[in-house]
T-cell receptor, first 114, second 114 residues
Framework: NAGVTQTPKFRILKIGQSMTLQCTQDMNHNYMYWYRQDPGMGLKLIYYSVGAGITDKGEVPNGYNVSRSTTEDFPLRLELAAPSQTSVYFC?????????????FGDGTRLSIL | AQSVTQLGSHVSVSEGALVLLRCNYSSSVPPYLFWYVQYPNQGLQLLLKYTTGATLVKGINGFEAEFKKSETSFHLTKPSAHMSDAAEYFCAVSDTGSNYQLIWGAGTKLIIKP
């Protein structure tokens, strides 16, 4: 049972480089989310999507872009990497957005910007 | 706006002792509350949730939590700690004013002493 799969698991970037964090889910979930997790700060929502072709900003969207061309995939793009983007990034999905629907998480991408 | 406060970034208990992890929330409407657990180098997984009905909620791995409206609390407990419980625990509230997005606490790392 794959669930939510994130790649890569680790990455080191230089300031100003760009990269795409990949996320795919095989549960046919409509909702997908990108969070960043910083020590002692909990999870902050970057972007979310309610279905293919529809995305919206979360709490901390600056410096990131997303797209949702299929139900399964929700990549996160960093265009000009900055040290402040060093973090652990989690992708999650849920069937619908509602109180009875838990979010299913990937194992995370640990990103360092040097 | 809703918020979540977890008291104590680290909690240390001996194996076999009671586990108590504290969570307080602020909400102007009846909240929906969640506890998630994160094992090292993994994503988060749902431990238990409160939506409506019985205020004492049982989850996986012997954990339970009690919703106390008068105290705006949703503390997580387990009668007897196991070494395998060592993880980080996150409390979250569903933001009914923002289409049920989750608002996360900062997390509490549970350390189990042998």
């Amino acid at each position: 049972n794959a669930g939510v799969t994130q790649t890569p698991k680790f990455r080191i970037l230089k300031i100003g480089q760009s990269m795409t964090l990949q996320c795919t889910q095989d549960m046919n979930h409509n909702y997908m989310y990108w969070y960043r997790q910083d020590p002692g700060m909990g999870l902050k929502l970057i972007y979310y999507s309610v279905g293919a072709g529809i995305t919206d900003k979360g709490e901390v969207p600056n410096g990131y872009n997303v797209s949702r061309s299929t139900t399964e995939d929700f990549p996160l793009r960093l265009e000009l990497a900055a040290p402040s983007q060093t973090s652990v990034y989690f992708c999650a999905s849920s069937k619908i957005q509602g109180v009875d629907q838990p979010q299913h998480f990937g194992d995370g991408t640990r990103l360092s910007i040097l | 706006a809703q918020s979540v406060t977890q008291l104590g970034s680290h909690v240390s208990v001996s194996e076999g002792a009671l586990v108590l992890l504290r969570c307080n929330y602020s909400s102007s409407v009846p909240p929906y509350l969640f506890w998630y657990v994160q094992y090292p180098n993994q994503g988060l997984q749902l431990l238990l949730k409160y939506t409506t009905g019985a205020t004492l909620v049982k989850g996986i791995n012997g954990f339970e939590a009690e919703f106390k409206k008068s105290e705006t609390s949703f503390h997580l407990t387990k009668p007897s700690a196991h070494m395998s419980d060592a993880a980080e625990y996150f409390c979250a509230v569903s933001d009914t004013g923002s289409n049920y997005q989750l608002i996360w606490g900062a997390g509490t790392k549970l350390i189990i002493k042998p």
